[in-house]
């Protein structure tokens, strides 16, 4: 199923500025929470899919790619569900984007929901983005790839299923918070006392305290690891551009969410075409013969071989175009053109033979330079070699 436009998804127009995008995702956010609609498939659909469209949206560098590209510039993934969210709790997602799920639910509910409670949990530590590079030969962009990676990042512990703890009894109430992961800060200013909720520095926000840490990650919840990750490249990418998966980072702490996976696109270079756009360009060398005479040669293309006719007479700097042998268009049904570009090759070496054969060619009046004519520069290399 093809992807809606985030700019539907939420709402808003394509120029909304980053405060209505954020208002515009915690409305839909309140719309659509589970808590508000219990056990509704359809709106636990719709929450997950206004957070893909608001991670993408409310990072200045991911929305100017999606601006440019649509999904492909944002997503690696390929069409489908919510991406990265899948999976994750509704309130993790929340908090991944910098929202106090109790200060948003108070909007609702009339009042905030104790950490702990259903679907409450103290806060984690989001992990960090995973920044790669991906080398692409001008084939594969051709045609889009699938490719399997395997990167080293940061992983949940499996002996401690990313508590931090040894064991479950390791584990504490924190006795600064009373493990709500917030201690209240008082502080003077000009209109009186003013008291606010600040993160716990004792537990930092987790709520919880750890007593005797787990012997393998030292109390962290995550261990270095090695994970192949499947990445599906569209066609048409091109040196730079940078494709973006959800959750596919590094692992969050204390079950943080997971930072994305970055992938930065790198061009291998051709040892037979240049790149330009979606157009690509082959040198193609001609002996004088051929291009006096006129033939018909293959040249080599990204689809494979195609045969050209090289009429009589054809100059240094001639090109020829074949429609449609270039690259895809990103997110397009486009193509770019293959050019050809004749070089006029000239013997450095001759026979005696060869020599006889162009020193009667060379006086002939077919054999003459005529200045300000299109072959000039061809008859000119000729007679060059015997000068």
């Known amino acids: ?29 309140l719309e659509y929470h589970p808590d508000r609609n219990p056990g509704d498939k359809s709106a636990e659909d719709k929450f997950k899919e206004a957070a893909e469209a608001y991670d993408v949206l409310s990072d200045a560098d991911k929305r100017a790619r999606y601006d440019r590209y649509g999904h492909a510039g944002v997503d690696a993934s390929g069409p489908g ?36 409670g259903a679907g409450g949990r103290p806060r984690g530590e989001r992990g960090t983005n995973l920044r790669i590079k991906v080398k692409m030969t001008l084939e594969e962009i051709a045609t889009g790839v699938n490719k399997k990676i395997k990167v080293r990042k940061q992983v949940t512990c499996s002996t401690c299923n990313g508590s931090g703890a040894r064991d479950s009894s390791s584990v504490e109430t924190c006795a600064t918070c009373r493990g709500s992961g917030m201690v209240n800060r ?36 995550r261990v270095f690891g090695e994970e192949t990750i499947d990445v599906d490249i569209p066609a ?15 692992a969050g702490a204390k079950g943080g969410a997971p930072g994305d996976l970055v992938i930065t696109i ?53 090109v020829f175009r074949l429609k449609d042998k270039g690259l895809p268009a990103l997110q397009s049904y486009g193509r770019g053109d293959q050019l050809i570009h004749v070089n006029v090759w000239t013997p450095k070496k001759l026979t005696d033979e060869e020599r006889r054969v162009l020193e009667k060619l060379r006086d002939m009046p077919n054999f003459q330079p005529t200045p300000g004519k299109e072959d000039k520069s061809f008859f000119e290399r000729v007679k060059d070699i015997f000068g």
């Open 266 to 318: 790198e061009e291998v270079p051709h040892e037979e075409f240049s790149r330009e756009g979606n157009n690509i360009h082959y040198e193609l060398f001609l002996n004088i013969a051929d291009a006096a005479l006129g033939t018909k040669i293959e040249v080599p293309t990204l689809d494979g071989r195609a045969r050209i006719t090289v009429p009589a007479g054809t100059q240094s700097g001639k």
């Open 236 to 250: 048409g990418v091109h040196e730079g551009i940078q494709l973006s998966m959800s959750g596919k980072g590094n």
């Open 81 to 116: 569900g919510a991406g990265g969210f899948q999976g994750m709790d509704m309130d993790d997602i929340l908090r991944r984007f910098g929202f106090d799920t109790d200060d948003i639910f108070s909007e609702f509910f009339g009042g905030g929901r104790r950490r702990g």
């Open 186 to 221: 008082v502080t003077q200013t000009p209109f009186g006392m003013m008291q606010t909720a600040v993160q716990c520095p004792t537990c930092n926000g987790a709520g919880q305290t750890i007593k005797s840490p787990c012997n393998v990650c030292k109390g962290d919840g």
């Open 1 to 29: 199923m093809a992807k809606r436009d985030y700019y539907e998804v939420l709402g808003v127009a394509k120029g909304a500025s980053a405060d209505d995008i954020k208002k515009a995702y915690r409305k839909k956010a």
